[in-house]
């Protein structure tokens, strides 16, 4: 399985920037795919996941209402558009799958147990 994250870059706060994780290896469809952040000294944070199949889409309350995921099935490809960008969302951006179908735990909390993670992608956030 391999995940390839682009798409990072120096934004104005305020503005929008749209990622993109290139997927092979597995099912895509039917696998749950997350976007996840590292921002310096904290600790990973899940944003948003995706299963393209099910029409099953997860987000964060800090993100919820800003960012969106999709899919292009056909290309095997999630994106994640971040509009009203904020200093806070600086961070190290990286998707992540597995061959899971959830995106949720039992729980219902987000599914942090995917393991298979591309490289990240930096987005700074300028105030």
């Known amino acids: 399985v391999q995940l390839q994250a682009s798409g990072g870059g120096l934004v104005q706060a305020g503005g929008s920037l749209r990622l993109s994780c290139a997927v092979s290896g597995l099912t895509f469809g039917n696998s749950a795919i997350a976007w996840f952040r590292q921002a310096p000294g904290k600790e990973r944070e899940g944003i948003a996941c995706i299963v393209s199949d099910n029409d099953d889409t997860v987000y964060s309350d800090s993100v919820k209402g800003r960012f969106t995921i999709a899919s292009d099935n056909a290309k095997n490809t999630v994106y994640l558009q971040m509009n009203s960008l904020k200093s806070e969302d600086t961070a190290v951006y990286y998707c992540?799958?597995?061959?899971?179908?959830?995106?949720?735990?039992?729980?219902?909390?987000?599914?942090?147990?995917?393991?298979?993670w591309g490289k990240g992608t930096l987005v700074t956030v300028s105030s």
């Open positions: 992540a799958s597995d061959y899971t179908s959830s995106c949720r735990t039992t729980s219902d909390s987000f599914n942090y147990g995917l393991n298979y």
